[in-house]
């Protein structure tokens, strides 16, 4: 069961007039995968979501979720995923209660008092169930958002951009949120996003996107560990760090030195060893920065792109 | 289905401007009713006046039923908006607001919305014709009591009998829902082509002034496409108010404007059916 494609993406191509939003994609995401899916503004994350909900028509290619044409049989699949597609949006005339219950009797799903405090609770809105949504700040619609993607307890889950207008807290409760439904509930999720830490906080499987094309496709780690980490050393002197370096395999790794400001590019096994070699050596070492690697392979990928 | 019809007049009538057009009804039908009152004898009189000079007319001429015809007249014109004002926002409104994402992500196919939708508007529709109904006649007949209703033509004048007066009513008010609903299909048509609501209630308005000034034209080229104008077969229901009632004329109308609703229906369900949701 572990390798049971959840959603495959064919040869998908979408064009807006002479823009190619999204170019012949392809891509697979397994059951129990938190799959991130990468890529900067514009890069096409949208659309290809919209697609895979059936609210944009593709021009070329074919998607499958749970095995299912989505052409074919969208509502069967439909039953089966909850999504949030870009920001949320409710009848902000409504209270929460109310547009859940809404939302939960045209899906055919229980929509009893029981089952909506509970979603309500689980994104901690119970006080307010019975607020108009347009009193709501962005973050409680965004946690509205991820209560109505729960409410009919989906397989999948597919949330585009879950965090953007978030504060630290509200974007912390909602990687909680999301590792507590893959770990605890197995579910699997399609995270789209254009932060990297979170897709590389929560993520097993990702792909990188832009100008429409997927660039790679692959384990989070394996993806990591093609890259170096970029480490930034403040010493006290560096010229004679470099000299001190200077019959070592660590002067290989060295790229930058300037104003007491070392960078190195190298494999995160060494980083200690590097720190540990150079206080040996009398060299004061007030700190030790590494760059997240999938920042830099994600600048670096998206740039050779463009 | 049904559950969706329910939740589509949920949420209009959720809104306050669906309630416009029932309270611009509730202030104008009275306010009509009190100018006739002031002034409802001088009128007549002068619509009569030279009718007078051959004929002496008895009993109560200006009554609920004269008052309800004139306001079915006048206002015929003036409901297309108010109901354009709520079918032009049923689509429309969802794409300004953001939540086409949140419908049309449900598991239910999409003709079923854009029909629920439409299904929901014509109600909302009738039930404002409805309003105008029980308004005029109410009122009318609580003020001025029931008579004999005269009709005044360029052709004549046709008095009809006061038990031979309701079913007409009843039959044109019924006429004024299916016209209203034409309106209804022709914002609601608009309505799956634009993402804010304004588009469509002032491109319904355009098209039945258009029309109307059209109609209205002296030309010959305009008298020809004249018959290809639903706003032609809008005030048909005035051939209840003929004697005897030209029934081919009145049937005609009604085929016609139910081939009007069902053609923009359809090509709204169309529309709809492959539209890209952007919003």
Known sequence: MADEK??????????????????????????????????????????????????????HGEIKIFGKSLKKERTSILKRVGAI?????????????????????ISGTDVSNRRIMEVLE?????????????????????????????????????????????DPQGMKEIRELIIH????????????????????????????????????????????NMNKLKVTFEVNDSEQARQILGGTDYIKDLETVANNIMIFSMSSDKVAGLNKYLIENKIEVSAVIPTRSLEEYFLNITEKAS | MITLIRIELYKIFKKWRTYIGFMVIAVIVPVINFAMLAEGEKSLDFMTRNLQQSFVFVGNLLNGYLISYFILTSLAVHIPFLIALVAGDLLAGEATAGTYRLLITRPVARIKIVT?????????????????????LGIGILIFGVGELIVIKSSGIIIFAKNDIIWRFIFAYGFAGLSMTVVT????FFSSLVENAIGPIVSTMAVIIVFLI????????????????FTTYMSSWRNLFEDPVDYQAFIKAIAVLSLHIIILFTITAWIFKRKDILT
């Open chain 1, 6 to 59: 959840v959603i495959e993406i064919t040869e998908l191509t979408k064009d807006f007039k002479d823009v190619k939003a999204v170019n012949s994609l392809s891509l697979n995401v397994y059951r129990g995968d938190v799959f991130g899916f990468l890529g900067p503004n514009g890069a096409g994350k949208s659309t290809t979501i919209r697609m895979m909900l059936s609210l944009i028509n593709p021009n």
């Open chain 1, 85 to 105: 597609v870009e920001k949320p949006d409710f009848y902000g005339y409504l209270s929460a209660y109310k547009n859940l219950e809404i939302l939960g009797r």
């Open chain 1, 122 to 166: 689980l994104v901690g809105l119970e006080k307010r169930y019975g607020s108009k949504v347009k009193t709501f700040s962005h973050g409680m619609k965004q946690r509205l958002g991820l209560a109505q993607v729960l409410l009919h307890d989906p397989d999948l889950i597919i949330l585009d951009e879950p965090t953007t207008g978030l």
């Open chain 1, 181 to 224: 439904l893959s770990r605890d509930k197995k579910k699997t999720l399609f995270l789209s996003s254009h932060i990297l830490y979170e897709v590389e906080l929560v993520a097993n499987r990702m792909t990188i996107i832009n100008k429409g094309k997927a660039i790679v496709e692959g384990e989070v780690d394996a993806l990591l």
């Open chain 2, 116 to 136: 629920s939708k439409f299904i929901a508007g014509l109600i909302y529709s009738n039930l404002l014709v409805l309003w105008l109904a029980v308004m005029s």
């Open chain 2, 185 to 188: 299909a022709l914002a609601f």
């Open chain 2, 214 to 229: 059209l109609s209205a034209l002296p030309i010959d080229f305009f008298r020809n496409i004249e018959p290809y104008l």
